[in-house]
């Protein structure tokens, strides 16, 4: 269960991470220490000498430093309140899942967030390999960090987004709470030694706590990712742009929506299919198929609402895949776990259709998209 703490210096309500003893603030840099049940009042934070993290100086009482420490929000965005984003691209180099497209994406999404969307560069944390700082590679604890910094303080009016490009796979379920019997996951870097992400903590961290006011995307380009944040209802759309909205919520009755806010995720395929990492698309480089007909939709002016953006993301697929451009020679199926944990093979020619999740159902036509 998390614990939720109050900054010693600001009062923002921080997500503990499970056994930490202590935890800096996003926003003021204060660390705030947790008492041990055991002992007596907790020791008196240090002051905080400066505004921005340095790597250089951590106190010895302090937990490790991750990546929400490298990246205060900044100034509200605008009057209704603050952007920010968490940007994972996984690489997976030098091991045999890698991929070639995947710190493309990450770049290209941070490079529309900034200039499109107008997300302050302050206010976004990207995990790549490619960093020189190992706090910010995506393995698994700096993204379970990344992710409690993301949601971290969110007040009404806050637009958070989490765009994740790297591999994605299934577990199976035991306690009945998924329609199809399998946990989706995603995988961090170091997912062989440390394990994956499962969706229920993607949940837990991220759709739970967010509040009225506050909205919430999420990008996944990855494969298994339709119902990845676990949220209550998918559109279901046929190739006509007809749908219909399933109802996914556990049988268990446990909430899986949000404490009021607005919930809604973009994903690369349906959770039994695979996503594409191919050069078919772009003709220049590698790319994910998902992160890259997502910002065309938007370059092209199809996004006006979510279901302008979601047939003209398939639409963009759909017309690549027709030429065998996203499985085979043209590019590589990004299904490289799934074969590991299942024994499958990559022949048969996958295909994939991007996916819309969402807290709640609404009109697909009607409703305006926007960061």
């Not at 309140?81 to 940007?87: D, E, F, V």
């Not at 994406?105 to 960093?131: H, Q």
């Not at 870097?189 to 759709?207: A, C, H, K, R, S």
Request: proline share 8%.
């Amino acid at each position: 269960m998390l614990m939720l703490v109050d900054c010693s210096k600001c009062r923002t309500t921080l997500q503990l991470p499970p056994g930490a003893q202590s935890i800096r603030c996003a926003i003021c840099q204060a660390i705030t220490h947790i008492a041990d049940p055991r002992s007596g009042p907790a020791p008196s934070p240090p002051p905080s000498s400066s505004s921005s993290y340095q790597p250089g100086h951590v106190p010895p009482s302090a937990v490790a430093p991750s990546p929400y420490n490298h990246a205060p929000p900044g100034q509200p965005s605008h009057a209704q309140g603050r952007k920010r984003a968490l940007i994972v691209g996984v690489s997976y180099r030098h091991t045999n899942h890698e991929l070639k497209g995947c710190i493309n994406d990450a770049r290209c999404m941070k490079y529309m967030l900034t200039n499109r969307f107008k997300f302050p560069e302050s206010s976004i944390v990207m995990l790549t390999e490619e960093d020189p700082d190992p706090l910010k590679w995506p393995t698994k604890y700096n993204m379970r960090m990344a992710l409690y910094w993301l949601m971290q303080g969110c007040q009404p009016g806050d637009s958070l987004l989490f765009h994740f490009s790297g591999h994605g796979s299934q577990q199976r379920n035991y306690n009945g709470e998924e329609v199809d019997g399998y946990d989706e996951t995603l995988c961090p870097l170091d997912f062989e030694t440390q394990g994956m992400i499962v969706d229920d903590e993607i949940n837990t961290t991220l759709v739970r706590p967010l509040p009225r006011g506050a909205r919430l995307h999420a990008i996944i380009d990855a494969c298994h990712s339709g119902t990845v944040l676990d949220l209550p209802f998918l559109c279901r759309m046929d190739r006509q742009g007809k749908y219909i909205w399933e109802d996914h919520r556990p049988r268990s009755g446990m909430w899986k929506g949000t404490s009021g806010g607005e919930a809604i995720s973009f994903s690369g395929c349906d959770d039994n299919q695979t996503s594409a990492d191919t050069s078919a698309l772009s003709k220049i480089t590698s790319t994910g198929a998902m992160t890259y007909s997502f910002i065309q939709a938007i370059e092209r002016g199809h996004g006006a609402t979510y279901g302008s953006m979601l047939n003209s993301m398939r639409s963009t697929i759909r017309s690549t895949d027709s030429g065998s451009e996203l499985s085979g020679a043209g590019g590589l199926v990004t299904s490289l776990v799934t074969m590991l944990l299942t024994g499958g093979s990559l022949s048969g020619g996958f295909r994939q259709e991007p996916q819309l999740t969402a807290n709640e159902p609404f009109d697909v036509y009607t409703k305006p998209f926007f960061l």
